[in-house]
């Protein structure tokens, strides 16, 4: 089962996440199939917090890929803001 998750990077206490989709199976830092995306928690004032590539996540939702729980809140803020 294709899965679109977070994958940690970044240093201690500063996390970063890359949005990814990969196999369910693979380990959470293992090989992915596509990046499509980024999420900065602690983006300072300048600093972009998310960014999506919102075709790229359709297209793989399409060929049946589930979000977890929080890209697929991260999805939805992300629409809304684009769409405002």
């Known amino acids: ?4 998750r ?3 990077r970044g240093a201690k206490n500063t996390p970063f996440y890359h949005v990814v ?6 380990r959470q830092g293992g090989k992915s199939l596509e990046q499509v995306g980024f999420f900065n928690p602690v983006a ?3 600093d972009t917090k998310l ?3 919102l075709p790229r996540i359709d297209h793989w939702v399409g060929k049946g890929a589930k979000p977890s729980e929080r890209v697929a809140t991260l999805v939805a803020g992300y629409r809304k803001q684009a769409a405002a």
């Open 1 to 4: 089962m294709v899965t679109i």
């Open 6 to 8: 977070l994958t940690r």
């Open 44 to 46: 300072r004032k300048g």
């Open 51 to 53: 960014k999506l590539d």
């Open 21 to 26: 989709v990969t196999d369910s199976r693979k």
